[in-house]
């Protein structure tokens, strides 16, 4: 599943917080857990270390690594398992004052599994897998083909996963032999449109029952690409889901990442369109249907507060400590929150009509 905004406020609240630390010399620990993996494994392994700690030259290093690993070690031994997505744990004396001391220790779980496991100790903490969740998930089809074969992938978030590469035995244009060139080019044909719908039948079976699929992707050179889509019979429902075809020269696992590369405006359109798509309806009800809709902060917040509003619009232009505490409110309502950006018309018409607004679940009088 996609990150919900509140998922994704609660992270990027997390993860600005913890950049800010630095310490002076190398003593902040971090250590991420994987979902899954026996927590008791990373309590011996914390133990381990800070046995090991005792070789530390600096004195005070010394002293602040061990506390931060003792505080770890009573965190995931209060642990009877690893959380369902992995955790994530921090600890270490983040003072900007020599002399001073200043420890913090936190457990932080994500909102979607943790793949990575680590320990370090560093002057900063380790954060990067835990930006990586909040890079785009969003899945997409990818199939390139050529006369000569093909390929088909996923694209998920940034990253390209084949999945299957063919070759399709179609003789060249050319012949030799008794056959007239008229026969010879209706096998040809024939052949083609066999492997054609071959491809279709694997990309049903790949793509068809994704639930994350945003669209399809689809490249080859010449008009091959075109002859696919025409006579591979690709079922309606990912027909409608592709939503570009480009021109590249190649067919293998290189041609998965040209047909990602020359599909950036296509890709990053989709998540304009979802925008503009929530605005429109947003918009709409409140031209027609103005008792189901507020907006402002006046109106929003009486919504709000007697549990009134179904979803909540804010825009990602506001102030930051003001969008944390409609956040939080919209939580305790069980409210849906979509944040809206100024990168597309409608986000700063949204904007420039104060940035708030909610569809409501009944009348407020």
Do not use: W
């Amino acid at each position: 599943m996609s990150l919900t905004d509140k998922e994704k406020i609660k992270l990027e609240d997390f993860l600005e917080r913890m950049k800010e630390y630095k310490a002076r010399h190398t003593e902040l620990v971090t250590v991420l857990v994987p979902a899954g993996f026996d927590i008791n494994l990373i309590t011996k392994q914390l133990e381990s270390e800070k046995s090991t700690s005792t070789n530390i030259k600096s004195t005070k290093t010394r002293k602040n690594v061990k506390i931060a690993l003792e505080s770890l070690i009573r965190t995931t031994k209060g642990m009877k398992q690893t959380p369902p997505n992995g955790v994530a744990l921090f600890a270490g004396n983040v003072s900007e004052t020599e002399g001073q001391d200043e420890f913090i220790s936190e457990a932080f779980e994500p909102p979607e599994e943790l793949n990575s496991r680590l320990y370090r100790c560093d002057q900063i903490f380790v954060l990067e897998p835990l930006e990586e969740i909040l890079e785009i998930k969003e899945v997409y089809g990818l199939i390139v083909v050529e006369i000569n074969g093909a390929t088909i992938g996923l694209l998920v978030g940034k990253k390209i996963k084949l999945l299957h590469s063919f070759e399709s035995n179609i003789p060249g244009k050319t012949h030799k032999g008794g056959q007239s060139a008229a026969r010879y080019a209706r096998i040809r044909s024939g052949l083609a449109k066999e492997f054609f719908r071959k491809i279709a039948q694997v990309a049903k079976e790949e793509f068809f029952d994704l639930e994350k699929l945003e669209g399809i992707l689809v490249g080859g050179p010449g008009p091959t690409k075109e002859d696919f889509l025409k006579e591979g019979n690709l079922v309606t429902k990912l027909k409608e889901k592709v939503i570009a075809v480009k021109d590249i020269g190649y067919a293998d696992e290189h041609g998965l990442e040209l047909l990602v590369e020359t599909s950036q405006e296509e890709l990053g359109s989709q998540e304009i369109i979802k925008e503009k798509q929530i605005l429109e309806k947003f918009f709409n009800m409140l031209g027609k249907e103005k008792d189901k809709t507020a907006y402002g902060k006046e109106d929003v917040k009486k919504a709000l507060d007697i549990g009134a509003v179904d979803t909540l619009f804010i825009s990602k232009k506001l102030p930051k400590s003001e969008m944390k505490e409609y956040e939080k409110k919209a939580e305790e309502m069980s409210t849906k929150l979509e944040l809206i950006s100024v990168e597309t018309e409608e986000g700063q018409q949204f904007y420039n009509l104060t940035g708030i607004g909610a569809i409501l679940r009944f009348k407020v009088q």
